[in-house]
């Protein structure tokens, strides 16, 4: 039986520890399988968590609580970014940040970006709680219509 060529895959972060251990995995398939790996992050759109707000002064981010969100947003995309290269050669890493429910953005995302792997933590318990739920990685694993790996 052959195993099915993976040339892109995503990740879905959000700054908690499952989310850092899906990023190791995903980079290493990546890398293993001389794939792209697109990390992603999403910013739902609602009002800007008072814990957020906390992160964004403590991280001397300015500006409109939009833009604070925003920038939050690229800093954990970024990091997860750096996080994925660290130690690894020869590996192509791109990130993006997105508004909009998780779970659907996430596989519009995969969807648009012809992903052939999702990798996503199993519960976003981290800066960002509440952007990677467990409900959010049953959705995907529910409604991807590609491979979603889920790590613990």
């Avoid at 997105?98 to 970006?113: H, K, N, S, T, Y």
Wanted: charged residues 30%; glycine residues 10%; negative net charge.
């Amino acid at each position: 039986m052959a195993t099915k060529k993976i040339e892109e895959v995503l990740v879905a972060v959000d700054g908690s520890d499952n989310a850092d251990r899906a990023v190791d995995m995903a980079a290493d398939l990546a890398q293993e399988r001389g794939a792209r790996l697109t990390v992603l992050t999403v910013l739902p759109r609602y009002d800007l968590p008072e814990e957020l707000k906390s992160l964004a002064d403590s991280e001397h981010i300015e500006g409109s609580p939009m833009r604070q969100w925003e920038l939050v947003g690229e800093r954990l995309a970024g990091a997860a970014r750096d996080r994925a290269l660290e130690g690894r050669s020869g590996l192509t890493v791109t990130e993006a940040v997105l508004g909009g429910e998780p779970g659907e953005a996430i596989i519009d995302a995969a969807r648009r970006g012809k992903a052939d792997l999702v990798v996503i933590g199993s519960r976003g318990l981290g800066r960002l709680e509440g952007l990677l739920l467990g409900s959010v990685s049953q959705k995907v694993v529910s409604l991807a219509p590609m491979s979603v790996l889920v790590v613990r």
